[in-house]
């Protein structure tokens, strides 16, 4: 084969050559790759313990498991008499490589930051995390039917909020290199890969042009004015009659990251850790004083929906759902938010 | 407090006051163990920690010209304020703060304020009005009419400054109880009827409440009536709360959250915001 | 019964004739293997009905939503059990109920089936006699639904449902009763070490989150406060630490026992995939063989956990 236009920044790797590549960022960085555990495959630290799952569309859980872990420690105290020493944890100094996240679970790093980053104050744990982050992202070739990224405005190919994408062709992956970030991570690797010649560049284009979707996406801003005219559609009663309130689509939610705080220990020690938290679960608001003002599992339903197309738009973060599918896979109820957006977008956008 | 959002500074417990006579209400005066106490004003709050039970938000009843310590007045309701009260002096607990926004004094400037608070509520308004007498405000302030109410006699919250408030020339006080005993010479009528009946001039006024939802629903009318507008009508608004800093998700009224964009907000903002005020 | 449209007549008809606030079964889902719980409050509503093979949702969790209603429900043999125990602990009164029985043809492990053939969710089942034919991605293959069965269902002696107000024809689609048992489902358990067993469980609960979607889809999860949110006192911190992941599974389960009338809800609903029938099939069993008592079968042998006899079994206290 001749070699024309080759890239610098679109290297190929026999596809037999990853679990050594795998093994090799391992050993320097903190590394999480997908596998299976008991029937769903979620990130993990890398190990031979489980083989590699690239297939499983979407995981079961999303980057935001590594990001925002839960639970997590924020210190541990130690009580010395009267006075008390409070230890937060040490900092990781390695890069955090996430590998083989879709395009779904990038982008939901965006939603995520707003919350973690943008307010007054970072947060020190995810801020810590975040900046040692390389998101090593895999184009995502065989999109599940509960997908519908397309409609959230963005596409199985959609690289934004990766450092590295992964396109995997018959034989090979084709490593495009988006970031510095993502170059200085696999740069130590240079020699087991090869420059990506121009036939592979075009065997990439044509399975993106294979994946490209049929469904526009949303007009977010007309479904936020949409969403926000129906603060008292009956709607969400019939939505409710079915939910059980439990907390699967907010915590398998790549976006949803709702926590709650507390200690575990005694007086004397222990630690302060937090935990995902869901809107759906009525503890959630109740008050000390047993006035809860999402009482009622209609008005937690539309909290839910209200944040994701409604509130996050309003103060200019990113939407509230990626359509990763997975609430849709899980519900018990079978609530599918794909209908909700259906239901509120305004005909002009479609 | 960058690299340790959720890491509170030690405070120890200097003094606390048991403040009414069901002695569910304490007032504790900490002192920083190590740093100063960080810059706050009146209508902020704090996160309060005893660890291994947790921690809860608290308004400072303390005012910023009372330096070298912060309190907090707390009521025994759940599992950490069980805790708390059982410490004393000496012991060492947790605070993150100041947290949210102040009420806003600027506004108050060349303005009467009305001022309405009910039960234990009334701790953030203590802080309000401890700041409006300082030399550096009362200048500036207009006439203040302060409404409070309580269940009983027993119950009012700081009782000897409430008496020196008396006396004070730029405030008028205004006591009500639900019940009264033996030694109650004041008026028995709930808060929304003494506002109404009292009918404070409100051409030039802002007005601030704090209390039970119940009073406070039923205190708003009152005060539009007399001609406050909604605008003019601030409402330190309580809901759970754990990070305080709008990351955690549950004390959003519509698309703002009452810890970073609260937890004061003018009757008008509410309306818009949400039907649960 | 033979397809959605005779089924949604059916229901239509006894919700118009019985005067009915409401009734109970399940609608059409999004995608083919997702039917869903539904509320049919109006007849229009009637024409989304269907029931198949994915119907796994224990219904009766729903009841105790709609007081001094008169509401229908369409119950399989576990859902009729599971009216039964909430009659018995007050919870529903019969008079105001009207059961619509479908005799249960088993239910289909909807993970597994995705799993093995990931076409499905779009292509979907069709269900015929002992037989499934599944679209998978090259070409339709046929399986033996007895093999697909939920794990539940496979020890399921009691799906035709007993005592109701009208009963369906039974579809034509059904894998042959039990194969296995509750007892020999969780055998396993009882012959090995404590330290094996304690390792099984804390592998298989490692994965649990606390979204309390076992709790939440279970009838008899009704408590206005679970153990899981009561503050004074914490029986348990709410995180999702090891410990606490215990103490609520097992707690819960201690609170089944009697009761549960192995539907499997609490296992289909997890998204964990852990293996909750092995905790519910165990009290189950242990119930079954130390009281000689299977939950919900009838209103008037009373729970063994909510009465005292004297012949009851006191080894335990040695």
Redesign the interface.
Known sequence: MTRTNTSDRSWTLPAGALPDLLAALAATCELWTPRPVGGGTRFLPHGEDRPLDLAQTPPAHSVKAVLFPNPETLFTYRRNGNDVALTPPEPDGRSLIVFGARACDARAVAALDAVFLGRSIPDPAYLERRERLCLVGLACVSPAATCFCHRMGSGPFDASGMDVQIVPLDDIYVFHLLTKRGEACLAPFRDRFEAADGDTLKKVAATKAGLEGAEPSVDFTALKDAVKQHRDDPYWETLAAACLGCGICTFLCPVCSCFSITDTGNRRGGRRVRYWDACMFPAFTKEASGHNPRGDEPARVKQRFFHKFYYSIENGEPPGCVGCGRCVIHCPAGIDIREIVSRFQPEAAS | ????????Q?M?IVKVTDEVATHDIFTFELAP?GGGIAPYLPGQFAEL?V??????PFGYASSPHETGTVRFTVKR???L???LHRLGP???V?MRGPLGNPFPLDRFEGRDLIVVGGGYAFTTLRSLIATLLTDKHRKRAGRITLFYGVRHPGLFLYKGELDRWRTAKELSLHLTVDAADETWKGPVKLVPDLVRDTAPATENAVAVVCGP?AMIRFTLPVLETLGVGEENILISM???M??G????????L??RFVC?DGPVFTLKELREL???Y | MTGSAALAETLRKVFKDEKLDGLIGYAAGTTPLRPRPAVFTAPGDFDAAVFDGFCVQNLATYLRRHPDRRMGILVKGCDRRAVTVLIQERQVAREDLFLIGVPCPGMLNRARLLTEFPGLETGGVAEEGDTLTVAAADGPVSLARADYLLPACRACRHRVPTDVDLMLDAPPFAAPEADTSLGELTGGIDGMERRERAALFAEELSRCILCYACRNVCPFCYCETCFTDTLQPAWMTPAPEPNDIFFYHFNRMMHMSGRCVACGSCAWACPEQIPLHLLFGKITADVAELFAFEAGLDETTPQPMSHFSEDDPDEHIG
């Open positions: 407090m960058n690299r340790s959002l959720f890491v509170p030690r120890e163990l920690s660890f291994g039970a947790g921690e809860a309701m759940g599992a304020t069980r805790e000496g012991a060492v947790g939802p309580e809901r759970k754990k990070c800093v709008g990351m955690c998700g549950r004390c959003n519509g698309p970073k949400t039907d649960d």
